[in-house]
């Protein structure tokens, strides 16, 4: 069973020491993303990564178009499910139209994005989440 639109994924601790933090800030989104088959396409919206991305083109701009009216909204939205603002987290908030996708928003540090996730994987990036952080 999948979450639905708007449930909370994962809200992920930040470990380790400074500089492992901004090393993981820094390229864990990137990981992430390139981590799982499941995932088939994103799009980093802020940080240093912005406008970086990966799939089909039709699904990449209809995440580009999803995020023009919502770009402002995501971080206060991940907000409601962390300890801290700008905490790490996830969330699902929408879905593909014409399929059963879900779009997946995260932030890890100062990176933002949306991506897809395949059929009913949300189990499967929940997993691999807490793998690159506990």
């Known amino acids: 069973m999948g979450l639905q639109a ?3 994924i994962k809200s992920i601790p930040e470990t380790g ?3 492992d933090k901004a090393i993981e800030a820094g390229n864990a ?3 992430i993303l390139t981590s799982t088959p499941d995932i088939t396409d994103w799009l ?10 990966s799939g089909e083109s039709t699904n990449v701009a209809a995440l580009e ?3 023009e009216s ?3 909204k995501y971080d206060s939205y991940l907000d ?8 790490p987290a996830a969330a699902i908030v929408g879905t593909l139209s014409g399929n059963r996708d879900s779009i997946l928003c995260f932030r890890i540090g ?11 994987a949300t189990q499967l990036i929940i997993n691999k989440w807490r793998d690159l952080h506990n």
Do not use: C, P
């Not at 409601?80 to 700008?86: C, G, I, K, L």
């Not at 100062?110 to 009913?120: E, P, R, S, T």
């Open 6 to 8: 708007g449930r909370l």
């Open 17 to 19: 020491n400074a500089e």
């Open 29 to 31: 989104a990137i990981q």
């Open 44 to 53: 980093i919206l802020k940080g240093e990564d912005a406008g970086v991305n």
């Open 65 to 67: 178009k999803v995020s």
């Open 70 to 72: 919502n770009l402002d």
């Open 80 to 87: 409601q499910f962390t300890a801290s603002q700008n905490d």
């Open 110 to 120: 100062a990176q933002l994005g949306l991506a897809v996730v395949k059929g009913d």
